[in-house]
């Protein structure tokens, strides 16, 4: 195991630090080196798991000019200079939670594409997800809707979405609140994510596809 020691609620109290640079500070020095020992851990499995090499990414905030973020987290993508162009894996947090994601974000050139594909393996997609996991199409809000509230015309409505609007997402996943006590086992917390990204694979294996 990596120097990953687990969560604490000083963590996720990171985002009501006020001000862009005391904020990144803390983030710089608590939260993102938790978030690349994770990602690196399980990068081998990811790799192997889905048959492409995966490079860690951790989130930089590099944009933002005023306003201090309220998440962050670290990516897993086959390319070594980005990832938000290409579907990947997530881990990071909010103040409320943790995330655990597969994503393919508004950057992607595939996402028309990709929408297709979601919908013509709707059924399996829907029978495969466990209940417990949620959906989300917008990473820069919390929110997110659970698989089991996902009927067909949910589900319809999510890819038509990431179809035909701009800035639409389509995000799969766990979110585990800050109290978890999950997040306090390093190795138990490791598996929690191994075990998530496993499940979502085949939303990972139908972007093959469409390379």
Not at 24 to 32: G, Q, R, W
Not at 74 to 86: I, M, V
Request: proline share 5%.
């Amino acid at each position: 195991m990596t120097n990953f020691e687990g969560f604490t609620q000083r963590d996720f109290d990171v985002f009501t630090i006020p001000g862009l640079e005391n904020r990144m500070e803390a983030l710089k020095e608590n939260i993102s080196p938790k978030l690349e020992a994770i990602a690196s851990e399980l990068a081998p499995d990811v790799t192997a798991m889905t048959g492409d090499e995966m490079f860690v990414h951790v989130a930089r905030h590099a944009r933002r000019k005023t306003n201090p973020p309220n998440d962050t987290w670290a990516a897993l993508a086959s390319n070594k200079r980005g990832y938000k162009k290409l579907p990947h894996f997530q881990v990071g947090l909010w103040e409320t939670h943790v995330f655990i994601w597969f994503a393919v974000i508004y950057e992607s050139p595939i996402k028309e594409n990709y929408a297709d594909t979601l919908q013509s393996h709707k059924k399996e997609i829907m029978n495969h997800i466990p209940d417990h996991f949620v959906w989300s199409g917008d990473h820069t809000k919390p929110e997110a809707i659970s698989h089991s509230e996902v009927n067909s015309d949910k589900f319809d409505a999510m890819t038509d979405r990431l179809k035909n609007v701009k800035k639409a997402e389509i995000l799969c996943g766990q979110q585990i609140e800050r109290n978890d006590s999950r997040l306090k086992d390093p190795e138990g917390f490791i598996n929690l994510c191994r075990d998530t990204f496993q499940t979502l694979e085949p939303l990972y294996r139908y972007t093959k596809k469409l390379d």
